[in-house]
């Protein structure tokens, strides 16, 4: 007995492959049914849709990767991870089993760090708002601080003028390394001597312990070069401290910045085409500090910050489509259940979105949108997919950096994280919010509590 076929109409469909170019021409989607060899259908069946998932190995694969082509450039390495960039306890734990430290940039994720078991010792506080319970706290875990501004400089001098206690300090350095926007509104700036200035009064007081420079120059940076600057420039200033104070700076910290392989809004190539490899940025700065002129014996460690090239490609989101419709210009529309709520920096990148269930040859360019009552609620302006139907899966890949500390509690809830672990096992990591967990910060006054409506 036969099986009748369904039908599907003849199509002509328009190739335009573009210009050539030494990286090819654009090669046809697949789907991606399976994460880490687990069944797309099978994790949304049991932890709902939308879903984060997040894989153990790529994460422990991208830090001994990074890791390795530091160290086999350079002798004294030590990677701190960054909290901001996802602060899953779980995620940080698995760097911290590899070695890694702490970086943070405010007083919750100082306090998460502690609770994680980091030694206060090896936790970096950044960022420019740090209160005088923070700098009490962090000067007697012993902690690293770095300094962002004079004020927060004066208030450390006070904290401990007339004390036993001293407190173990680095500064950022802001600089022009020939990237524009320059970012120069953190820290004190190597240019105009303010830098040097810090230097001077930080050396003046007994209290404060220097031990570091810092400089994060930007994020997503394409240039290696830029690096290369930053490191000169901390290394200028190290070896004028050893020149009038006799002292011997401990480390230089080059902060993150590198980029990911996403596809920044506008770009002509896609990200994996056009970013330097984690050896390129490595071979940048470490040749600019070895051919400084250090002594062997007094050689700084040098600290990396690194956070969105170790996590981004790591995560993926999963989700299902809502409906399908035309806009008024004609062009079909794709709605998702999920939206900038959950990725955050869809303002910023073109993520590659890919089908998890076989598709027909059909496609069309589309818009993708989110659930939300917002019209920015856009994931993709522009995408060539196949045609997709309500209840179809997705895959959004490369979502692991920033989207799971800037996502918004906005008309909907936020979805479960789950994790994939070394051996293809399932855990949450965060449960789903409910309607209890809105509720639970809200208090309402005794004469608000009716609600009948009056009339």
């Not at 306890?89 to 070695?99: L, M, P, R, T, Y």
């Not at 078991?117 to 601080?145: H, M, Q």
């Not at 998702?336 to 920096?345: A, E, K, S, T, W």
């Amino acid at each position: 007995m036969s099986i009748q076929l369904p039908y599907e109409r003849p199509f002509i469909q328009k190739l335009n492959t573009g210009s050539m170019n030494k990286f090819g021409t654009k090669t046809e989607f697949a789907p991606v049914t399976h994460l880490e060899g687990v069944a797309v259908s099978k994790i949304i069946k049991e932890y709902g849709s939308p879903c984060f998932v997040i894989s153990e190995r790529q994460i422990r694969k991208n830090y001994q990767t990074a890791v390795r082509a530091f160290k086999t450039r350079y002798p004294k390495v030590q990677y701190a991870w960054s909290y901001k960039t996802n602060y899953l306890s779980a995620v940080c734990n698995i760097f911290h089993q590899e070695g890694s430290w702490a970086e943070v940039v405010s007083i919750f994720e100082y306090k998460k760090a502690l609770q994680n078991g980091v030694d206060g010792s090896k936790i970096l506080f950044n960022g420019p708002d740090k209160s005088t319970e923070d700098l009490e706290l962090a000067i007697k875990n012993n902690s690293l601080i770095h300094i962002d501004h004079f004020d927060e400089l004066y208030t450390l001098v006070g904290l401990l003028e007339g004390t036993e206690q001293k407190a173990r300090v680095a500064i950022r350095v802001n600089m022009d390394t020939g990237i524009y926007p320059m970012w120069d509104r953190f820290g004190f700036n190597y240019e105009n001597g303010q830098a040097w200035n810090a230097l001077i009064k930080i050396m003046a007081h007994k209290e404060l312990e220097l031990v570091g420079l810092h400089c994060h120059i930007g994020t997503y940076m394409l240039s290696t070069s830029a690096y290369a600057t930053a490191a000169y420039k901390l290394c200028d200033l190290a070896i004028n401290l050893k020149a009038k104070y006799g002292l011997a700076i401990q480390y230089l910290d080059l902060g993150g910045g590198f980029a990911s392989t996403n596809t920044l809004k506008g770009s002509y190539l896609q990200g994996a085409d056009i970013i330097p490899q984690i050896d390129d940025y490595a071979e940048a700065i470490t040749s600019t500090i070895l051919n400084f002129g250090f002594s062997q014996d007094e050689l700084p460690t040098l600290i990396l910050e690194s956070g969105r090239v170790l996590i981004d490609d790591a995560a993926w989101l999963v989700g299902s489509v809502v409906a399908s419709k035309r806009l008024s210009d004609g062009r079909r529309a794709t709605i998702m259940d999920f939206g900038v709520n959950l990725l955050f920096n869809a303002f910023w990148y073109d993520y590659k979105i890919s089908p998890a269930q076989e598709f027909t040859h059909h496609t069309e360019d589309m818009v993708i949108y989110g659930p939300l009552c917002m019209n920015i609620d856009c994931i993709r302006e522009n995408i060539n997919l196949p045609l997709l139907n309500k209840g179809d899966q997705v895959v959004v890949h490369k979502v692991g950096a920033y989207n799971m500390t800037q996502w918004m509690q906005f008309i909907q809830m936020r979805p479960r994280i789950v994790l994939i672990d070394m051996q293809g096992q399932t855990h949450v990591l965060r449960e789903n919010e409910s309607l209890d967990t809105m509720m639970e910060l809200e208090r309402i006054p005794t004469h608000l509590q009716s609600s009948k409506i009056n009339g």
